[in-house]
């Protein structure tokens, strides 16, 4: 699709942005059912990727992930462990050169490492995939806010209640 990203409709409505007029065309968006949380990893990852994956669970915004991205969860994963191979590949390379990412050509020329192209490569894949999974600062407030936890709401109204001065209060 070419063009901005449209924003979907259930972001209008939480921002009060939503117009009928602009938006009645959109119809029903669909929405993806079943956290990724309680799924268990792929049984191909190593434990590079396992330790990644574990990690972007816990630390993914809430209610975000969902069963149908897991494919994509498994090639960041797989993408961060190829990145991860490459920088320990090119570092050993490092230290045994004077040019740092760079290697001498059989024509004897310098060129750009592979590894440092892999690097280049892996990062723009992973940086794609980041913000369609919301990994991103930026991504993050496209996806509006998340709900509460049921009761939290409610005791910080309370607490705001609490710390309000009221004027029937004042000396």
Same mark, same amino acid.
């Given at each position: 699709m070419r063009g901005r990203k449209p924003k979907p409709t259930v972001l209008h409505k939480l921002h009060g942005s939503f117009n009928v007029t602009r938006h009645r065309a959109r119809g029903a968006e669909p929405v993806a059912s079943g956290d990724l949380d309680d799924m268990e990893p792929p049984a191909d990852l190593n434990e590079h990727e396992l330790?990644?994956?574990?990690?972007? #669970?816990?630390?993914?915004?809430?209610?975000?992930?969902?069963? #149908?991205d897991r494919t994509l969860l498994t090639l960041w994963c797989k993408t961060a462990e190829r990145y991860r191979r490459a920088e320990a590949s090119q570092a050993g390379m490092n230290a045994q050169q004077a040019l740092p990412d760079v290697i001498r050509a059989p024509s004897g020329l310098l060129m750009v490492s592979p590894y440092v192209q892999i690097m280049h490569k892996t990062a723009l894949l992973m940086l794609k995939l980041a913000e369609q999974l919301g990994f991103t600062p930026i991504s993050r407030p496209r996806l509006g806010a998340s709900k509460p936890a049921p009761g939290d709401g409610d005791r910080w109204l309370k607490v705001m209640d609490m710390a309000r001065v009221r004027p029937s209060n004042r000396p």
């Open positions: 330790a990644t994956w574990h990690y972007a #669970i816990e630390h993914a915004p809430r209610g975000v992930l969902k069963k #149908i």
